[in-house]
């Protein structure tokens, strides 16, 4: 499992400016955790006056109940469910974004993530990521150092590593820079693929 690293090229390193960008990119499901990705957006908002453009990208069954989570905390300047949208159109959002949000739990009927593939896109590009102690994604994310993890549904974690991220430039720097090497060493699709013609070829 792995992505083509050229395909997402590492941008130049950015200053989190006074407007605060965020953005998930995910199927509208419970797994996705999204609902407390907003509540977290809120609690920023209400206690630290935080000036946030958060733009979630994605269609699915919880479209309206989260339009509707997003008019109950009177978010609506600040949170944009902007539905499907092509390859092109995302990378041109995830570019312009200053934080990933990524905040995975395990739904009512027990589904689960794998490790979601934009993570590994994000990392790529340099654009830090916040996700969860969920499934395989701790094999991507190491906390502090390739991204930031949170529990599954704790609105008031996210909202603290996301405030980490727009207070310590050098907290950027690092986890940007360790994401992108190593998700080239790790999670290169040539490298993947390398390693399985070697498996294989073990086996026959």
Known sequence: MGINCDKFQLRTPRQIGEKLKLVSVARLTEKKGLEFAIKAAALLIKNNSTKIDYKIIGDGELMKPLRLMIEKYNLEENIALLGWQDQNRVIDILQKSDILLAPSITAADSDMEGIPMVLME?????????????????????????????????????????????????????????????????FNVERQNDKLVKIYNNCV
């Open 122 to 186: 994000a990392m790529a590009m340099g654009i830090p990521v916040i996700s969860t102690y969920h499934s395989g994604i701790p094999e991507l994310i190491k906390d502090g150092e390739t991204g930031l993890l949170t529990p599954e549904k704790d609105p008031d974690g996210l909202a603290e590593k996301i405030k980490a991220l727009q207070v310590s430039q050098n907290l950027h720097k690092k986890i940007t820079l360790n994401a992108r090497k190593f998700v080239e060493s790790e």
